[in-house]
């Protein structure tokens, strides 16, 4: 659905949430396969430290949620690469949240971070991929974005924001000659997901989180989802009547 990429070489990615986690092995994995990195995140010394072992990574430290950091950011690479192939947006946290714990505050910072943050990246990196008709925008969602589940009172609806946006965004870019990534990972051991008190079925290391992220770049999908044993069940589920759904759910997380 999207050019298959068979050749890292030289290609310009910029890495949004690259300091740890999904996006820091995925970013590491691009430098080893020969790409040239951005790595954009607010911890500037996790970036050095990974620039500082690999030539072709460029440090642009930003925060997503604050659209003049992500322009200043945007200059630097410009201004350093004069133009950008791949955008890979993978910056995003996790607050447990049920309705009984709802809390405004926290629910405005989670969107403001999961969606309002791409949403930042995308104004800055539009009008150049449009005028230069090529190159990708990758979006890290999540599978809890499919459809809803305990615990993710406003992470999951964050999530299926970026799914309807990647949808959208594939139907105005591709004809238009670029790409776009639909990456949608289940539990990924990191930081993120480090506090969890629930069981996570089928939980991946970040490195098989980052080849999963790769391949499906290089094959040129559209919509990159792993582990499939749990995402292809997530994917059977959201398609059955709500009463069904909603039965297994109870059952199978307890909550
Ligand atoms: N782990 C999972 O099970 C899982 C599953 C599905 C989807 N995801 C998604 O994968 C993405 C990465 O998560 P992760 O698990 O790798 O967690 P992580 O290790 O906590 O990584 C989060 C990344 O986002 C960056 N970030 C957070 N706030 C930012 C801000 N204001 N500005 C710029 N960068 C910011 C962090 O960098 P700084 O703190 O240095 O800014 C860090 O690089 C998230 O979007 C998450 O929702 C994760």
Not at 161 to 181: F, H, S
Request: contains cysteine.
């Amino acid at each position: 659905m999207n050019p298959a990429i068979t050749n890292w070489d030289h290609l310009r990615v910029w890495v949004i949430g690259a300091s740890s986690g999904i996006g820091a092995e995925t970013a590491k994995l691009l430098l080893e396969k020969g790409a040239r990195v951005a790595l954009s995140a607010r911890r500037v010394d996790l970036l050095q430290a990974v620039a500082n072992c690999h030539p072709r990574a460029l440090v642009a430290g930003l925060d997503i949620v604050d659209p003049a950091s992500v322009q200043a950011a945007h200059a630097h690479i410009l201004k350093e690469w004069q133009g950008l192939d791949i955008v890979l947006i993978v910056a995003g946290s996790y607050n447990e949240m049920r309705a009984d714990s709802f809390d405004l505050a926290i629910a405005r910072n989670m969107l403001e971070l999961n969606l309002h943050g791409p949403l930042n990246c995308l104004d800055v990196v539009l009008p150049g991929l449009l005028a230069q008709g090529h190159g990708s925008i990758g979006i890290v969602s999540s599978v809890a974005g499919y459809s809803g589940l305990p615990k993710a009172l406003i992470y999951g609806p964050s999530k299926a924001a970026l799914i309807n946006l990647c949808e959208t965004l594939y139907l105005d870019l591709r004809p238009r000659g670029i790409g776009v990534y639909m990456i949608n990972p289940g539990f990924v051991d990191t930081a993120l997901t480090a506090g969890n008190d629930f069981p996570m079925p089928a939980l991946m290391k970040t490195p098989d989180a980052a080849r999963e992220i790769v391949r499906g770049m290089e094959r040129g999908d559209f919509h990159i989802h792993f582990p499939k044993r749990l995402s292809n069940v997530l994917r059977i589920l959201r398609l059955l009547p709500y009463r069904l759904y909603f039965w297994i759910i109870h059952k199978g997380t307890g909550l």
